[in-house]
């Protein structure tokens, strides 16, 4: 069965760190370049971040430059979105996902998605 299992969210205080996992089953992650997306409750899905897969390239959302690192370890066929100084606004759950093509992940058109971790940020 295909699968992408995020894991990693959860509660953090403000100006906290998590590191979100995305682990890709049934299939091997090196030809898909994979994002990062967000959605909170009434708001609309964000693009977070993407990387390529040669992990050559990569995206970033301004409201996150600075802040979020993503990353991908294809022998361990897992892609990670490291994220720090976190604030309530980065509150949201969270989604990878993936496609052959760089540029629909980056438009937010990825084929495939993961089921998604909650973040939770606040005092």
């Known amino acids: 069965q295909l699968q992408l299992v995020e894991s990693g969210g959860g509660w953090v205080q403000p100006g906290g760190s998590l590191r979100l996992s995305c682990a890709a089953s049934?299939?091997?992650?090196?030809?898909?370049?994979i994002g990062w997306f967000r959605q909170a409750p009434g708001k609309e899905r964000e693009g977070v971040a993407c990387?390529?897969?040669?992990?050559?390239?990569?995206y970033y959302a301004d409201s996150v430059k600075g802040r979020f690192t993503i990353s991908r370890d294809n022998a361990k066929n897992t892609v990670y979105l490291q994220m720090n100084s976190l604030k309530p606004e980065d509150a949201a759950g969270y989604y990878c996902?993936?496609?052959?093509?760089?540029?629909?992940?980056?438009?937010?058109?990825?084929?495939?998605w993961g089921q998604g971790t909650q973040v939770t940020v606040s005092s």
């Open positions: 049934g299939f091997t992650l090196d030809y898909y370049a």
């Open positions: 990387i390529s897969s040669s992990g050559g390239e990569t």
């Open positions: 996902a993936i496609d052959r093509d760089y540029q629909e992940v980056v438009a937010g058109l990825p084929d495939f």
